[in-house]
């Protein structure tokens, strides 16, 4: 899409500027019970090849058989990318040999996938936008697990995950920095989750990305690119790009070619090394499965479909921005988890102020998650506990600094927010004879810093400070401040 | 369509089949005419014809999303030439 390259992109080098241009294949697994063509389960954790048919471990004679909710959730995924639905699809055996692939080929779609072309809207935090082009998705067999740290001179192989149902989405080579390829996955991640078709579980492998990085002059023609297998975190990702980008300007520079490979990321050095040259490897030799007819379903079974998706994050992020005038990187940073969405909706329906509420959520009640490095879902602090503290700011009840405190409050020990207000004395003081005699005391005590802010009023935040540190932060502070102000004659600002 | 033996030998590497001494030479001659027999085929006009994938009218076959199979993993490893527990075990393997 977008040929004009944007200059913050960039990478400046001595002899001139590079592009990076990414696209990448994100292997997605479907939310299902039992696997894509036979009916062992699918949760992950199980024993070791506790959860294989014959249908999986490749027995002679076995025959596969389409799990229908597969089918259907790869159709949902297509809705929520936009894309085009295709009523008939084939299933081919992509050929290779591993150790974890009994079958000796994967059942994967080749030339005719479930679902076409889509698009994938992202929202830069700089206030760019950037529209990833989907290529296609199709459905396929994941392969089992080789664990090689077991034995010096054995692998060990569990086919749990052999035959599990996978989506493999395929996107244009539309990404110009690694911000916006996180930015994909991450939003690639926040769809599947709305729609319930993967669960996005980076750590168990539920989500995992193969990164197609190259680079070239400013709006030339496409380099050849290095393709990074498995990717398996949105960091590595990142680190992965700005490793391989580099790499490649360095050879490219040094007047070298850059040959078309696989690699592997490292994540202890943060470098991408050649993986061993399989080039017969990419000989698959695709052909139909003979095992398997056409997957065909009606348009009927696709409008159905359309019409139960549920609210989607661009889709929930469009309402909170007209109905609640939200900035468009808060909306999209408050809809990227269903979660968080639902959450700060219950405190405006609850009646805390839309804005204070999203504020509040993102930087309060987001920032503590994140520091506790906790699921949102677990935060102990309800939507009605931040409502009840947001309404008791808002009408003077307590102060913006108390509201913190008494956020971590009920954090740390419980509690309804009101009652501790109550309980601990929090309350605002606003009673203005109480607080003009703390600044009294204050200005009586230091009569250096009374001199000092007659010369430079900006020195009047050390008064506001002392006074609200003798009030333990419960003064009004546009009381003290107006209240100096008459005290030390200093005229409003 | 001629096949070399070239080719063969990727074949046969590709589908991890070990050739003897001269067998590529006979399978080079006998894939060949396989090969050209099928492309007999390729005489007869076919524009504007869908390919044909049953002889029935049959759709895909379908079930449903539940767990009716697996728990057996001492089944599913009884052939192994080795196990480690339920683990089947191989070579190594390094990527």
Redesign the interface.
């Known amino acids: 899409m977008a040929d004009d390259a944007v200059p913050a992109h960039l990478i400046n080098s001595s002899t001139g500027d590079w592009e990076m241009v990414i696209g990448l294949e994100v292997h997605a697994q479907v939310t299902?019970?039992?696997k894509l063509f036979?009916?062992?389960?699918t949760e992950f954790g199980a024993?070791?090849?506790?959860?294989?048919?014959?249908?999986?471990?490749a027995m002679p004679g076995m025959l596969p058989?389409?799990?229908?909710?597969?089918?259907t959730q790869a159709v949902r995924t297509g809705l929520g990318l936009k894309a085009k639905i295709n009523l008939r699809s084939v299933f081919d055996r992509k050929?290779y040999?591993?150790?974890d692939l009994p079958q000796g080929y994967q059942i994967s779609q080749f030339t005719q996938p479930i679902v076409g072309e889509g698009e994938v809207a992202l929202d830069m935090e700089d206030g760019e936008e950037v529209r990833v082009g989907i290529e296609r998705l199709h459905l396929e067999q994941d392969a089992g697990k080789?664990?090689?740290d077991?034995?010096?001179?054995?692998?060990?192989?569990?086919?749990n995950r052999s035959g599990v149902a996978l989506m493999e989405i395929v996107s244009r080579p539309d990404m110009r920095s690694s911000e916006q390829a996180q930015a994909y996955v991450l939003k690639l991640r926040s769809i599947l989750r709305y729609l319930g078709t993967c669960d996005g579980n980076m750590e168990e492998g539920s989500l995992r990305a193969d990164v197609n990085v190259s680079v070239r002059r400013p709006g030339a023609e496409l380099g050849t690119r290095c393709e990074i297998k498995n990717v398996n975190s949105i960091r590595f990702i990142g680190q992965a790009i700005e490793y391989e980008a580099r790499r490649q300007i360095e050879i490219i520079e040094d007047g070298g070619a850059i040959d078309q490979e696989t690699r592997?990321f490292d994540p202890r050095t943060g470098e991408t090394r050649s993986?061993?040259s399989k080039e017969?490897a990419h000989?698959y030799?695709y052909f139909?499965d003979p095992d398997?007819?056409?997957?065909?379903f009606s348009q009927s079974f696709v409008d159905d479909l359309a019409a139960q998706l549920p609210e989607l994050p661009d889709q929930k992020k469009a309402r909170f921005m007209a109905d609640w005038e939200l900035e468009h990187y808060d909306a999209e940073v408050l809809v990227a988890e269903k979660e968080r969405a639902d959450y700060f909706e219950e405190m405006v329906t609850l009646g805390a102020d839309p804005k204070a509420a999203a504020n509040w959520v993102l930087n309060t009640h987001l920032g503590r998650v994140n520091k506790e490095d906790i699921d949102f879902e677990k935060a102990p602090v309800s939507a009605q506990a931040n409502t009840a503290i947001l309404k008791m700011t808002d009408d003077g009840t307590i102060s913006g600094k108390i509201a913190k405190d008494l956020y971590d409050l009920v954090w740390e020990s419980g509690g309804d927010p009101e009652k501790l207000v109550e309980e601990r004395g929090l309350k605002q003081v606003s009673d203005s004879g109480e607080i003009e005699k703390i600044i009294d005391e204050v200005i009586a005590a230091n009569p250096k810093q009374v001199e000092q802010v007659k010369a430079k009023p900006q020195t009047l935040g050390w008064f506001v400070g002392q006074v609200m540190q003798k009030t333990g932060g419960k003064a009004n502070p546009q009381m003290v401040n107006q209240l100096l102000r008459a005290k030390l004659e200093i005229a409003e600002s | 369509m001629k096949i070399d033996d070239a080719t063969v030998r990727?074949i046969a590497?590709?589908a991890?089949i070990k050739l003897d001494e001269g067998e590529d030479k006979t399978l080079e001659s006998e894939l060949t005419g396989i090969l050209q027999w099928v492309e007999q085929l390729g005489e007869v006009d076919t524009d504007g014809v869908e390919p044909m994938?049953?002889v029935t009218d049959?759709?895909?076959?379908?079930?449903?999303?539940?767990?009716?199979?697996?728990?057996y993993?001492d089944e599913?490893?009884r052939n192994a030439p080795?196990r480690?527990?339920?683990?089947?075990?191989?070579?190594?393997?390094?990527?």
């Open positions: 299902s019970k039992s036979s009916g062992a389960a024993k070791p090849n506790a959860q294989v048919s014959l249908v999986d471990a058989v389409i799990n229908e909710e597969c089918v050929n040999f591993y150790p080789s664990l090689h077991q034995d010096p001179k054995s692998s060990y192989v569990d086919l592997l993986m061993r017969e000989d030799r139909p398997l007819l056409p997957l065909e | 990727n590497r590709l991890r994938t049953c049959r759709q895909i076959e379908m079930r449903k999303d539940e767990i009716t199979d697996g728990g993993a599913i490893v080795e480690a527990g339920n683990f089947f075990v191989v070579p190594k393997v390094v990527e």
